[in-house]
C-alpha cells in the first residue's frame, strides 16, 4: 500500500497520464479522417519518419519532439509533392518512403554513433515524459484542436467529395495540406507515448471503435477521444501494475476495446466514409 501511494505522488506518472491524454484527445478526431480517406499508410509512413527526425535532432542540438514534428511537416509536404508528379500509386509510394525512411533512420543512428534508446524510440517511453516534453505535446495538441475546430466544415466536404467540395469553393488542395500537416504533428507528440511503430495503432484503433458506435462524424470523433483515454487509462495502470511496457500496453488495451465492441450492434452510421 504505501509503495502504491508513493507512486500515485510521483510525478512521472502524473506527466505520463497527461501526455497520454493530450495524444488520445487529438488522436481521436484525426484518426477519423484517417478511416475515412483510408490513410492508415500514411500515418505509418509519417511515424517511420520520425526516427530520421530523431537523429537529425542529436546532430543539431534540437529538441527531439521539434526535430521530429519538423521532419514530418517536410515529408508530409514531399509526399504532396510527389502524389502530383509520379505516376505510381499512392500505396506504392507510401510503402517505398516509409520503408526507406526507416531505414534511413536506423542506418543513420548507427553510422553517427548517437547514444540512442531505439527500442524505446521504436514502443515508446511515456513514462520518461519530462516538463519540457509536456509543454511541447500541450502547444502541438492546441493547435491541432483549433486547427480541427476551424476547419471541421470543411475537413468533412473535402473527406465526403472531393470533386463536390470543390464546386462548392472548398480550397481542396489547402485542406488536404493541412490534413497532412496535423498528422505530422501528432506523430511527433505521440512517439514519447507509443513509439514509431504503434503511432499508427493509436491513431486507427479507437476510430475504428468509435464507427461501429455512432451515427454521426461529430459522434465519432467525440466517442474515439474517449475510446483513446480509456485506453491509455487501462495500458498505463497495466504498464504500472504488471511492470509492462506502457505504448504496447496502450496499444493492446485499444486493440481490446476494439473486441469488445465488435459484440455491439452497429449504429445505423452515417459517418462521411
Given at each position: 500500500?504505501?509503495?502504491?501511494?508513493?507512486?500515485?505522488?510521483?510525478?512521472?506518472?502524473?506527466?505520463?497520464?497527461?501526455?497520454?491524454?493530450?495524444?488520445?484527445?487529438?488522436?481521436?478526431?484525426?484518426?477519423?479522417?484517417?478511416?475515412?480517406?483510408?490513410?492508415?499508410?500514411?500515418?505509418?509512413?509519417?511515424?517511420?519518419?520520425?526516427?530520421?527526425?530523431?537523429?537529425?535532432?542529436?546532430?543539431?542540438?534540437?529538441?527531439?519532439?521539434?526535430?521530429v514534428g519538423?521532419?514530418?511537416?517536410?515529408?508530409?509536404?514531399?509526399?504532396?509533392?510527389l502524389?502530383?508528379?509520379?505516376?505510381?500509386?499512392?500505396?506504392?509510394?507510401?510503402?517505398?518512403?516509409?520503408?526507406?525512411?526507416?531505414?534511413?533512420?536506423?542506418?543513420?543512428?548507427?553510422?553517427?554513433?548517437?547514444?540512442?534508446?531505439?527500442?524505446?524510440?521504436?514502443?515508446?517511453?511515456?513514462?520518461?515524459?519530462?516538463?519540457?516534453?509536456?509543454?511541447?505535446?500541450?502547444?502541438?495538441?492546441?493547435?491541432?484542436?483549433?486547427?480541427?475546430?476551424?476547419?471541421?466544415?470543411?475537413?468533412?466536404?473535402?473527406?465526403?467529395?472531393?470533386?463536390?467540395?470543390?464546386?462548392?469553393?472548398?480550397?481542396?488542395?489547402?485542406?488536404?495540406?493541412?490534413?497532412?500537416?496535423?498528422?505530422?504533428?501528432?506523430?511527433?507528440?505521440?512517439?514519447?507515448?507509443?513509439?514509431?511503430?504503434?503511432?499508427?495503432?493509436?491513431?486507427?484503433?479507437?476510430?475504428?471503435?468509435?464507427?461501429?458506435?455512432t451515427?454521426?462524424?461529430?459522434?465519432?470523433?467525440?466517442?474515439?477521444?474517449?475510446?483513446?483515454?480509456?485506453?491509455?487509462?487501462?495500458?498505463?495502470?497495466a504498464?504500472?501494475?504488471?511492470?509492462?511496457?506502457?505504448?504496447?500496453?496502450?496499444?493492446?488495451?485499444?486493440?481490446?476495446?476494439?473486441?469488445?465492441?465488435?459484440?455491439?450492434?452497429?449504429?445505423?452510421?452515417?459517418?462521411?466514409?
Amino acid at each position: 500500500m504505501n509503495d502504491l501511494s508513493q507512486l500515485l505522488q510521483s510525478s512521472f506518472l502524473w506527466y505520463a497520464l497527461a501526455a497520454g491524454l493530450l495524444v488520445a484527445v487529438v488522436s481521436g478526431p484525426l484518426g477519423c479522417f484517417a478511416v475515412w480517406r483510408r490513410m492508415a499508410y500514411f500515418g505509418d509512413t509519417l511515424a517511420h519518419s520520425a526516427l530520421l527526425g530523431v537523429t537529425l535532432g542529436f546532430v543539431l542540438h534540437i529538441q527531439p519532439t521539434l526535430a521530429v514534428g519538423a521532419s514530418s511537416c517536410v515529408l508530409a509536404l514531399l509526399l504532396v509533392y510527389l502524389q502530383r508528379r509520379q505516376h505510381l500509386s499512392v500505396d506504392t509510394l507510401l510503402g517505398i518512403l516509409s520503408h526507406s525512411m526507416l531505414a534511413l533512420g536506423i542506418v543513420t543512428v548507427s553510422l553517427l554513433d548517437i547514444n540512442v534508446d531505439l527500442l524505446s524510440l521504436l514502443l515508446g517511453d511515456l513514462l520518461a515524459v519530462s516538463t519540457q516534453d509536456l509543454y511541447l505535446m500541450l502547444a502541438a495538441a492546441g493547435v491541432i484542436a483549433l486547427l480541427l475546430l476551424v476547419l471541421w466544415p470543411k475537413l468533412l466536404a473535402f473527406t465526403l467529395h472531393e470533386e463536390l467540395a470543390a464546386v462548392e469553393g472548398v480550397p481542396v488542395e489547402k485542406i488536404r495540406l493541412a490534413l497532412m500537416l496535423m498528422l505530422a504533428l501528432l506523430i511527433a507528440i505521440a512517439m514519447k507515448v507509443v513509439g514509431v511503430l504503434l503511432i499508427t495503432a493509436l491513431l486507427i484503433i479507437p476510430a475504428a471503435t468509435a464507427r461501429r458506435l455512432t451515427t454521426t462524424p461529430e459522434q465519432m470523433a467525440l466517442r474515439a477521444s474517449a475510446i483513446g483515454c480509456v485506453s491509455v487509462l487501462l495500458g498505463l495502470a497495466a504498464s504500472v501494475l504488471w511492470d509492462s511496457p506502457a505504448g504496447p500496453s496502450i496499444v493492446l488495451a485499444a486493440g481490446t476495446l476494439f473486441l469488445i465492441g465488435q459484440f455491439r450492434r452497429p449504429a445505423d452510421q452515417a459517418g462521411a466514409g
